[in-house]
Nanobody
């Protein structure tokens, strides 16, 4: 199973984007997905968590994005979304999706990373 992120682009400050990340490959082998999350990595900086969504419905946001970003998921489609509003130049970076997946016949959850999608916010 692979994760594929999309939806990034170049946008002016104050604009919006909707990022998507879908699982693909041997989807029928997926038993459940617990945690789905978005991280971002700005140039020259470490990768930091932006938002998390658990299968229980709980969500968590990093302080810099609270009130501007919204994470949601479609469990039937094994997809997680990130609606990013009121974008700021400091939101620029590569956005990566992450998921913890349990497979039929397996034990525990396996970590998966998507390849990332670039978001560039101009001032």
């Amino acid at each position: 199973v692979q994760l594929q992120a999309s939806g990034g682009g170049l946008v002016q400050a104050g604009g919006s984007l909707r990022l998507s990340c879908a699982a693909s490959g041997n989807i029928s082998s997926i038993s459940s997905i617990n945690l789905m999350a978005w991280y971002r990595q700005a140039p020259g900086k470490q990768r930091d968590v932006v938002a998390r969504s658990w299968s229980s419905g709980r969500t968590m946001y990093a302080d810099p994005v609270k009130g501007r970003f919204t994470i949601s998921r479609d469990n039937a489609k094994n997809t997680v979304y990130l609606q990013v509003n009121i974008l700021k130049p400091e939101d620029t970076g590569v956005y990566y999706c992450y998921a913890e997946i349990q497979y039929y016949g397996g034990r525990g959850y396996f970590s998966h990373w998507g390849k990332g999608t670039q978001v560039t916010v101009s001032s």
